[in-house]
């Protein structure tokens, strides 16, 4: 199938972008009186504007009853390039805002749930501010790899993520600015509470796993651990705040992995120290497997990198080579 789009500045001209963001909109919701609210348009405005879109392209782009609405195989095919095109646009637009020193303009920012002892993102955000007050931050809290995705298709201008390299989806840049080694934390009358170094292939084959959410990168560090252990994960139930996670486990509801600086350090999330007694009596205990870390990573797409993006790329690598410095 062929869709025939010209970009034009509105009516006559070609494929006026009100109607991709139209077009986008019911894409997002599959409802068009919700469409037409986001939009701040009536709906008859909206069904008209994506009636033209649809003459314009040639086919047919929803499939409506009363009941529901989807995208046609036309509108999938579509839904990823009006998402580019419209990221485009705002590209150029940023890149234009950049020849009055970033002044103004707007900053897609996707960032992880997790944090790192080394990597202080409160901090980037603080100091880019100063530097640039003109621009605007919009900010995605997800799963790593949701945002990676929404990176790829030109909805955020990049992400902080929790991925290693082999797990950035190709076609995106990256760059590591930390990592945090992953701890095993067990009850206080857990079999392997007296250890300090533990394997993974050492829990009881009974043991349930407290595991962080689905899609994240903390998620796929801890499954790909057991997998260098060469064991299954175990029973296990899905918590979605890191805290509970731990303080869970330290009531012996099972055994939990997690950054190290979640429990010691600067990001600290339970207020402890090395050496200090963790709540319950739990154990913080260290991992054999040296690849066991969370990973942070920025990814990025050079090829549509924004002026705003780039220098707030930069100040995050200047903040994680601080940080490594501190660390050593």
Known sequence: MILHISIG?????????????YFLAVAETRNFTQAAANCYVAQSALSQQI????????????????????????GELLEPLARRILADVDNA?????????LR??????????????????????????SRHPGIDFHVVNAPSSEMAAAVLSGALDLAVVGLGPRQVPEGLDHRILAGDPLVLIVPADHALA????VHLADLPESHQLIQFTTGTGLRRQVEAAF???????GRHFQVGQIHDMIRLAARGIGVTVVPRSTVFGAGSLLGCNPGDALPYGARAL?????AAVHNVCAVYDSKRLAPA???????????????????H
């Open 286 to 290: 260290r991992l054999a497997d040296d």
């Open 104 to 129: 103004r303009g707007r900053l897609r920012l996707g960032l992880m749930q997790t944090r790192a002892s080394s990597f202080d993102l409160v901090e980037v955000m603080a100091e880019y501010h």
């Open 51 to 74: 009636a033209r879109l649809e003459k314009e392209v040639g086919a047919q782009l929803f499939s409506r009853t009363s009941r529901s609405v989807r995208l046609t195989a036309a």
């Open 227 to 233: 997998a260098r252990a060469g064991v299954e994960p």
């Open 9 to 21: 500045l509105g009516d006559g001209c070609g494929l006026d972008l009100r109607h991709l963001k």
């Open 194 to 197: 007296d250890r300090d170094v």
């Open 309 to 327: 993006a780039a220098a707030f790329l930069d100040v995050m690598e200047r903040h994680a080579a601080k940080g490594q410095g501190e660390a």
């Open 93 to 101: 637009q940023a890149a234009l805002d950049a020849l009055a020193g």
